[in-house]
């Protein structure tokens, strides 16, 4: 909703404590009555010098920081620190590795995307959600807590290999969940997805166009919410994703415009279930073996440099790792898919309502620990 | 296009100001002259053999001797990848900004300056992102001592 | 109020008393017993809305104060708030912002003096009744605006005035439906109107004809914007953005803000019961079935029922934006329910 700013415009300040803006954000709101006439998002609150420490402690030290950058995805951030260094030193891993990591990358993109529906209904005003979705990721949480002990920051990605290998039983209570949970995901499309009073407020908000999408480097669902079928697992295959058969989902602009932040949102849901029928062929796929059989005595990878990504649930992820042949790394840097999405967001937020910007802020889905590292 | 090409289209286009290309690294690379970045970041964009509408990574590494900016570039329509990199003297690294050509490059830029000390000419909004507006120093330099005050506070 | 004030001359020597007490009493007698019945309800209410949401969430809400599923868990709460620091802001408009909280309260409790619970329990038999509820309805803003006012934070203001303008808006779409009511029944009196109803469930005016079934709807769904429930529940969740009118209020002034939500969420159920509904009076007719039930149980059955619809939607559905919500009131609900006028007028007049 564009319109002309007549009168004075008031500075707003949505500080950085705020129960809506996930995490410690503060966002400068210039308006003008209900018009937002400028939104700034300042960030840095939660910057903790992941990059400076990394450059301070051997390659196997990193992995345990990486986690804690995006602390609703941990699985799925060790694993692009993983493979980008297995990818500089030429490790190979075997089946079952690869498996398991399929398996709990997926499984943690489905506890991201349940966090980010949850949150945005409660955003929206319906807190229902919010539970419903907690309740069914306390079950993700568990099994992650039977195999490698911890339920939010994993360290189990490890170079070369895995912390552990599954527990007996693990399958089987891994496909009793998938079974129980995907009639789940029908509910709450019933009570949120496609409830009038939640489309009229995310349906026409918050267009992000694709042009400006890939300019501003948004990817992950918030460039396939834009119309725009890219993904990292089918565009550049990792990890043995080529030989997985599953769907991009990506919005159509069923209820506005294309881009609008109930597509971002949607395209989130439809993955989940895409994430399930990856787990079960990745579970199908599973062969015995030791997933510590390809872990160097020493990380020392040779001179050079390597940038890799992985697609991570709120976008691409991206590692520029710098060696000078020590142990420690020369420089890491990271793209985090959340920075980039931010950048966007003074672009898309101009000329909304106020309560327009809480939707469009949820529809990004960000996770400030990543913005910031 | 595979690198080689890439490294071949970027010499016939700018000759001397590509200075080192390295197609068959890992990671393949061309080093050019922080002068001409504007002008081969347009035309990398605009190019249709080469199309490089996604830029994914802005960052800014100091080796001893120099701090270079990488460019990882990729084109979302030919999905094919390339670095550039600039190198500058670490005593007053100042390079053109590319913001005008991927919008994404402001807050990456922001951040290089924040962390580095890189000025980027031409940047609408070049102030700290990271760290406090009033920090002082570049954390991410080799020679970076960390402050022992800020503001007064023991830190 | 009449037989209160039987029961008042049972103490010994009343008549004694000077005349203006003997006036006075039965009236400041009622007003407790409103009072307390209002309490009791509300306390029931808020313990209700914990276990509805606990339930609609999966979980299990209040389980261990009190013994039996957390009953008492309100009455600590009450507790809890009454102990806390009475803190009034340095920079607030004093008297404002202490009275503020016993307006809004006053704009519930005073409607209740007309509302019927039983065939002869009620207060008084105003002639004007549902236009005198729809009056001190409107009592409430006054108190959410000094509220606002008062706060001396550029916050509350907007909050408050948001709230105002919200509860204005819907009260206008809201009484155009209660005149759908009143047409067929003849009367203004609510307990002219209850009476209009009885003899079964055929009677009640909402299964009379379809407009009124439609002005029930139309009552309803204005009656939840009056009250500030979910889905219209902006001037709540303006902690979203702003801090809404009663952010510096704290301890037992906001649990009398508190109070008054559930309080007027009482009313406009009491109201939805009286006119729509049938009041007091049973669902099968006096000639298949006696009166089993004293007609308070009933009317309360029915207030509950409706009440616990409002907190199933609250907890259901989101939440309406502010330009949705005032487009919602004017170009929806206000056309609908003047046409629902007309159809109720077209119907009742003897052609």
Not at chain 1, 101 to 113: D, G, Q, T, V, Y
Not at chain 1, 321 to 348: H, N, Q, W
Request: proline content about 5%; glycine content about 8%.
């Amino acid at each position: 909703m564009k319109a002309e700013y007549s009168g004075e415009v008031m500075t707003l300040n949505m500080g950085p404590q705020h129960p809506s803006t996930h995490g410690v954000l503060r966002l400068e709101l210039k308006t003008d009555g209900e018009i937002v006439a400028d939104a700034v998002p300042h960030i840095g609150y939660l910057h903790r010098c992941f990059e400076k420490h990394a450059e301070n402690i051997d390659y196997a030290a990193v992995g345990p920081y990486t986690d804690r950058m995006d602390y609703c995805a941990a699985m799925n951030m060790e694993l692009g620190y993983v493979l980008t260094v297995e990818k500089l030193m030429g490790i190979q891993v075997n089946n079952r590795v690869r498996c398991i990591r399929i398996i709990m990358a997926e499984l943690n993109r489905i506890a991201s995307h349940l966090i980010a529906a949850g949150t945005y209904g409660n955003d929206i005003g319906s807190v229902t959600p919010y539970l419903w979705c907690f309740r069914d990721r306390e079950t993700i949480l568990d099994l992650f807590e039977e195999t490698c002990g911890a339920r939010l920051l994993y360290n189990y990605n490890w170079i070369g290999g895995l912390m552990a290998d599954l527990r007996p039983g693990f399958e089987k209570k891994l496909v009793e969940f998938l079974d129980y949970f995907e009639p789940q995901v029908d509910n709450l499309n019933r009570l949120l997805s496609d409830n009038y009073i939640f489309i009229q407020r995310t349906a026409k908000v918050g267009i992000l166009s694709p042009e400006l999408a890939v300019s501003y480097g948004v990817t992950g669902p918030n460039l396939r919410g834009s119309g725009v079928k890219f993904d990292v697992r089918k565009d550049e295959p990792y990890l043995g994703y080529q030989d997985i058969d599953f769907e991009i989902p990506v919005g159509k602009g069923e209820h506005g415009p294309v881009g609008s932040c109930w597509d971002r949102y949607m395209v989130r849901i439809r993955e989940v279930k895409e994430s399930c029928r990856i787990v079960r062929q990745a579970v199908a796929q599973l062969t015995p073996g030791d997933v510590q059989e390809s872990i160097p005595k020493r990380i020392k990878p040779p001179v050079g440099e390597i940038y890799m990504r992985t697609e991570c649930p709120r976008g691409e992820l991206g590692y520029y790792i710098v060696s000078d042949g020590g142990l420690k790394p020369y420089r890491l840097k990271v793209k985090s898919p959340c920075f980039t999405v931010m950048s966007a967001f003074r672009e898309v937020s101009r000329g909304a309502m106020i309560a327009d910007i809480i939707a469009i802020l949820g529809s990004f889905d960000i996770v400030l620990g990543e913005i910031d590292r | 296009m595979t690198p080689g090409e890439i490294a071949a289209l970027l010499t016939e286009g700018f000759g001397s100001r590509v200075l080192e290309s390295k197609p068959d690294a890992i990671n393949p690379w061309s080093a050019v002259e922080p002068s001409a970045i504007l002008e081969i970041a347009q035309f990398v964009r605009s190019d249709e053999r080469l199309s490089m509408d996604h830029l994914e990574l802005l960052g800014g590494v100091d080796y001893k001797d120099r701090i270079e900016v990488v460019y990882v570039l990729f084109s979302m329509t030919h999905r094919h990848r390339y670095t550039l990199k600039c190198r500058m003297p670490r005593e007053a690294p100042g390079i053109h900004t590319v913001e005008s050509v991927w919008a994404v490059a402001n807050w990456h830029e922001r951040e290089a300056y924040d962390m580095f000390g890189i000025v980027f000419e031409g940047h609408s909004d070049l102030r700290r992102i990271l760290c406090p507006d009033d920090w002082e120093g570049y954390p991410l330099r080799k020679d970076y001592k960390f402050p022992t005050t800020y503001r007064d506070m023991p830190v | 109020m009449e037989s209160i004030a039987q029961l008042l001359r049972l103490i010994p020597k009343y008549e004694a008393f000077p005349q203006l007490v003997q006036a006075l009493l039965p009236m400041l007698v009622s007003c407790v017993l409103i009072f307390a019945v209002l309490a009791l309800a509300v306390l029931f209410a808020v313990w209700l809305e914990r276990k509805v949401s606990a339930h609609i969430q999966d979980r299990l809400g209040p389980m261990y104060v009190g013994g039996w599923h957390g009953w008492a868990q309100t009455l600590a709460d009450a507790l809890k708030l009454l102990l806390k620091e009475d803190i009034v802001p340095a920079s607030t408009d004093r008297i404002l912002y202490k009275m503020a909280p016993y307006i809004v309260f006053l704009g519930a409790f005073a409607a209740f003096v007309v509302v019927p619970f039983g065939a002869s329990s009620f207060v008084t038999d105003l002639n004007i009744g549902i236009l005198y509820v729809v009056a001190v309805g409107s009592l409430s803003v006054v108190g959410i605006i000094m509220a606002g006012w008062a706060s001396n934070n550029k916050y509350s203001l907007y909050g408050g005035m948001r709230a105002a303008a919200q509860i204005i808006s819907y009260e206008i779409p809201s009484a155009i439906a209660i005149m759908a009511v009143v047409i067929p029944a003849g009367s203004l009196s609510m307990v002219e109107i209850v009476n209009a109803q009885k003899g079964g469930i055929q009677n009640w005016f909402v299964f009379r004809n379809p407009f009124i079934f439609l002005a029930f709807i139309v009552y309803f769904v204005a009656s939840l914007a009056e009250v500030n429930r979910t889905p219209f529940d902006i001037p709540e969740a303006e902690s979203e953005l702003v801090a809404g009118y009663h952010t510096e209020y704290s301890g037992m002034r906001f649990a009398f803000f508190f109070l008054a939500e559930y309080a007027n969420m009482f009313l406009v159920a009491s109201v939805a019961a009286t006119l729509f509904l049938g009041g007091w009076t049973q669902l099968l007719p006096a000639s298949i079935a006696p009166q089993i039930l004293p007609g308070p149980v009933l009317f309360f059955g029915k207030v509950l029922v409706l009440i616990f619809i409002q907190m199933w939607l609250r907890w259901s559905l989101p939440r309406v934006r502010v330009d949705q919500l005032m487009y919602l009131s004017w170009k929806v609900l206000l056309p609908i329910s003047l046409v629902l006028v007309l159809g109720v007028g077209w119907l009742a007049v003897d052609w």
